[in-house]
């Protein structure tokens, strides 16, 4: 059961990093469509890129020159390192400042003394997590409809795999949420709690780029959550949406479940 | 009495009983076989200086802690995972409250209170008696006096006129009028039917609206009983002022603790009237028997055995 004022009263808490995360992301996604459609970078980027030592056009990916299509470009929009960046701020804070920050700052001890199920605040948490990041892809969304409705010839994408690669950022996002919500449970200081979490996305991010510019260790790269989200493939029609679904849902599910285990066991303490 | 009076729903059932709890933080005491019952519409005192484990001993009631071992039954039921909708019928303030500081007062109570299902009926009347003004209420706590955020604090723990109220240090931050104020709600809520638990090291506080008490020492309880038949048992003190360069003389049975402007204080260790007919001998210009107060029991508890005289004393030293 979802406590529906406790996920009010979060995402009223946190209103101004969402709006400006809902704004700057679709915004964004119009000023990449501008850069791409409206200005002619194509010629020069390909000049650029073939002037690379091919290591470093390696870690670009195969895929790199495809972005400067139209479709390339939609995709690039929902995986530029200030989107991910900017995403993964918002999906650390909130599970842990409202868990392990609240344990440090004593106000968790008053709501677990309230005839509530501690399950049940952490659930309501998760699913405010799940719904503030929605709203940031939505935002991602509608930057993509403007900058189509500005440009008549970028109509070419297909709104099927813009959804597509929305939800594959989502999906990213909310795995990344959950597995701070699991470590927030473990631990008793915000900021202890955002740092790991911080570093082990970090991690994931590094192993995943050293996947791409050394072959011998690309073995690691499907232990890394930025492995499961290619949104310039799933705009150039691979059949990736399936893997992505099952292994970051699964991710996220089982850190939830976790997480609910732990907070039950759990002393608060004062 | 109304036909839904607790004491007619409870009878002689203890609202709240733990039997022999124990909570180890590692290798630390925390609490260790603590054992005692709470009866309805009981003002209940829990006694003990900071560290004796008075509020391990709460948060285990609140199951915010897990026991090691031991028993607590609330309400007639033992308490569980499924315990939660127990919660309902009580009352917390912990000893620091800490509430979200960026909400203003009433936002805070209006969101809190929505975590329960029985409804505020007592806001209002607690506000009143409180002096909680509206311009205080709105302000966020963040800006508020640590005074006024105990104050809604107090409000929280008890607007729902709760079956069993636990206080944690209620009048930490209060000034002496509202002090009084807060024990005149203590004996309404009594009176309609509340239970109160109330951990404390103010002992004037304990004394003032307590009738039974319970002592906590070192993570052990080591004493449980009312206040008078505490006081009766335990040593008096004996004021005596002695005539100008006169030495203080060793009356029977007594032990003498100090001696200031004068004034020789001992402690009768034994039966009194030998020590009276001994001061009666005595060059004395003036005598002083006050009847025993709860720093007295206190401290005998405290200073009990000789090896944790030291520490005993050092822990008593924030006691009012």
Redesign the interface.
């Known amino acids: 059961m979802i ?1 529906t ?1 406790y996920v009010a ?1 979060t995402l009223r ?1 946190h209103r101004t990093l969402f709006l400006f995360s809902f704004f700057f992301a679709g915004l964004f996604q119009v000023l990449i469509l501008t850069l791409v459609v409206g200005a002619d970078l194509l010629g020069f980027v390909e000049q650029f890129y073939n002037q690379l030592p091919p290591q470093v056009r390696m870690m670009f990916g195969e895929q790199f020159m495809a972005q400067f299509s139209v479709n390339g470009a939609v995709g690039f929009g929902y995986n530029h390192p200030l989107v991910i960046v900017l995403l993964t701020i918002v999906a650390i804070i909130l599970p842990a400042r409202h868990i392990a920050g609240e344990v440090e ?3 968790l ?9 501690r399950r049940q605040i952490v659930f309501s948490l998760w699913i405010t997590s799940g719904l503030a990041l929605l709203a940031i892809v939505v935002g991602c969304w509608l930057g993509t409809a403007c900058g189509l409705l500005l440009f008549p010839e970028a109509r070419t994408a297909p709104w099927g795999a813009i959804l597509k690669v929305g939800s594959s950022l989502w999906m990213l996002m909310f795995a990344i949420s959950s597995y701070t919500l699991l470590i927030s449970c473990h631990a008793s200081e915000g900021s202890r709690a955002t740092l790991r979490a911080a570093g082990l996305t970090l991690v994931f991010f590094f192993v995943n780029v050293a996947g791409f510019m050394w072959p011998t260790i690309d073995f690691l790269q499907p232990f890394t959550i930025f492995d499961y989200h290619q949104p310039q493939r799933v705009m150039l029609g691979e059949p990736v949406m399936a893997e992505t679904l099952l292994v970051l849902g699964a991710l996220s599910a089982v850190c939830a479940a976790l997480a609910l285990r732990q907070i ?2 759990r ?2 303490p ?1 | 009495m109304t036909a839904d009076h607790p004491l007619e729903t409870w009878g002689t059932v203890p609202i709240l009983e733990v039997t022999q709890l124990r909570k180890f933080y590692g290798d630390v005491v925390g609490v260790d076989g603590v054992s005692f019952a709470v009866e309805p519409c009981e003002i209940f005192g829990f006694l003990g200086p900071n560290g004796a484990g008075k ?1 391990t001993t709460i ?1 285990l009631l ?5 026991p090691d071992a031991g028993r607590i039954t609330l309400f007639g039921h033992e308490l569980d ?1 499924g315990s ?5 019928r ?1 009352g ?1 303030l ?7 500081m ?1 909400m203003s007062g009433a936002r805070f109570l209006a ?2 209170s ?4 029985r409804p505020p009926a007592l806001r209002e009347e607690l506000i009143e008696r409180l002096q909680l003004t509206r311009d205080v209420l709105d302000r966020p706590l963040k800006h508020l006096s640590h005074g006024n955020r105990q104050k809604i604090g107090i409000v ?1 723990a008890l607007e729902h006129q709760p079956e069993l109220a636990i206080l944690d240090e209620p009048t930490l931050g209060l000034d002496p009028l509202m002090q009084e104020a807060f024990y005149d709600i203590l004996r309404l809520l009594r009176e309609r039917g509340t239970t109160l638990f109330l951990s404390s090291h103010v002992l004037s506080e304990v004394e003032k609206v307590c009738a039974r008490v319970a002592i906590i020492r070192d993570g052990k309880l080591v004493a449980l009983e009312s206040l008078e038949a505490l006081k009766e048992r335990c040593p008096r003190r004996l004021i005596v002022r002695l005539r100008d360069g006169e030495d203080p003389p060793a009356f029977p049975g007594t032990r003498l603790l100090r001696r200031d402007a004068g004034r020789h204080v001992y402690l009768v260790e034994g039966a009194l009237s030998p020590v009276l007919g001994a001061v009666a001998r005595a060059a004395v210009q003036d005598v002083v028997l006050p009847e025993p107060d709860l720093e007295d029991v206190f401290m005998a508890y405290y200073a009990k055995d000789d090896s944790a005289t030291r520490p005993a004393r050092k822990r008593t030293e924030g006691l009012t």
Do not use: C, W
């Open positions: 406590r004022h009263n808490e700052a004593g106000t001890e008053l709501l677990f003394a309230m005839p509530v199920p039950a066991r002393d608060v004062g | 509020t948060r609140l199951q915010l802690l897990h995972s939660t909708p127990l919660r309902d009580i917390y912990p000893g620091d409250f800490r509430p979200h960026t969101y809190m929505r975590f329960r299902k929280l």
